[in-house]
């Protein structure tokens, strides 16, 4: 069955430094790969998202992920934290050719300052 | 991207009663899904809305414990019907963007069931 880990339940950093968010996925094939961000009582925002190419991509709030094939990971990165980063991130995946999303059980992020 | 705003934010409702949730997107949009989060949970997708169909409802979840509309291309409801304590959860909607492959999530709605 597809499944998503996200093996770290929670992580806390300081303010400055960088930060790297596991997530590791289980399907036959390349998925369609995801992060989002909820924080505190909002919806979750689509940080980044991976498709097909450069397995290096870029996304807002100066966050970075990289796919791995040999793998099966697409861990995310972020060089220097902000206390404004502290919410929980979801990695999600999904089969290339459909909707149906798979998400990871998140990863709660506190920052100290 | 998508702005996409949900009625109520936030619900606390008796057991045996239902409750209608509001997705509008300020956009046309032809797939639009509802999620479910339970406490400390990840997201659980319940069903997808098409308009013009019946909605698609995945393992788990039933028509008659989640009955969906989807009367235009901008607007669903989720009701959740017959509530307990276990229904407690936030719940979201999304819309399908790039053939639904890229998701952009509405605020979600916080149910508490007592």
């Known amino acids: 069955a597809q499944s998503v880990t996200q093996p770290d339940i929670h992580i806390t950093v300081s303010e400055g430094a960088s930060l790297e968010l596991r997530c590791n996925y289980s399907y036959g094939a390349t998925p369609y790969l995801f992060w989002y961000v909820q924080s505190p009582g909002q919806g979750l925002q689509l940080l980044l998202k991976y498709f097909s190419g450069d397995t290096l991509v870029q996304g807002i709030k100066g966050f970075e992920a990289e796919f791995k094939r040999s793998q099966s990971s697409f861990n995310l990165r972020k060089p220097s934290v902000h206390w404004s980063d502290a919410a929980e991130y979801f990695c999600?995946?999904?089969?290339?050719?459909?909707?149906?999303?798979?998400f990871g059980t998140g990863t709660r992020l506190k920052v100290l300052a | 991207s998508a702005v996409i705003s949900q009625k109520p934010s936030r619900d606390i409702c008796q057991r045996g009663t239902s409750l209608t949730i509001q997705c509008q997107v300020d956009s046309q949009v032809t797939m639009m899904f509802w999620y479910r989060q339970q406490p400390g949970q990840s997201l659980t997708l319940i069903a997808t809305a098409n308009q013009g169909s019946e909605a698609t409802y995945e393992s788990g979840f039933v028509i008659d414990k989640f009955p969906i509309s989807r009367p235009n291309l901008t607007f669903s409801t989720l009701t959740v019907s017959n509530m307990s304590p276990e229904d407690s959860s936030i719940y979201l909607c999304?819309?399908?963007?790039?053939?639904?492959?890229?998701?952009?999530f509405g605020p979600g709605t916080r149910l508490t069931v007592t």
């Open positions: 999304s819309v399908g963007l790039a053939g639904g492959q890229e998701q952009y």
């Open positions: 999600a995946v999904a089969p290339t050719g459909t909707y149906k999303y798979i």
